[in-house]
Nanobody, 116 residues
Framework: QVQLVESGGGLVQAGGSLRLSCAAS????????MGWYRQAPGKQRELVAS???????NYADAVKGRFTISRDNTQNTVYLQGDSVKPEDTGVYYC??????????WGKGTLVTVSS
């Protein structure tokens, strides 16, 4: 079992920055990929960014050049830094962990609202 707890959401003005954190606990030795997904009102959940245990990173086209994902394996924490945020970045942001066994875990989510 893996538990994921997100923090750092809130209200951000357009053009500003956000920083989200996700702390993982539990059985962590076989976590492969960790990532951030978001779900805007009325839309499906979509990938924002992911990072593997070896540091391979993937970004959604919509956030490339504006968002940065990082991972501290010693602290079992993954971060998402977003700069020059836009109203379309609004949504509930979920932390995700994919294990080598194929299991997938989700946090409860944190709401980010970008005001124009």
């Amino acid at each position: 079992q893996v538990q994921l707890v997100e923090s750092g959401g809130g209200l951000v003005q357009a053009g500003g920055s956000l920083r989200l954190s996700c702390a993982a606990s539990g059985i962590l030795f076989n976590i492969n990929t960790m990532g951030w997904y978001r779900q805007a009102p009325g839309k499906q959940r979509e990938l924002v960014a992911s990072i593997t245990s070896r540091g391979t990173i993937n970004y959604a086209d919509a956030v490339k050049g504006r968002f940065t994902i990082s991972r501290d394996n010693t602290q079992n924490t993954v971060y998402l830094q977003g700069d020059s945020v836009k109203p379309e970045d609004t949504g509930v942001y979920y932390c995700n962990a994919d294990l080598a066994t194929g299991s997938r875990y989700w946090g409860k989510g944190t709401l980010v609202t970008v005001s124009s």
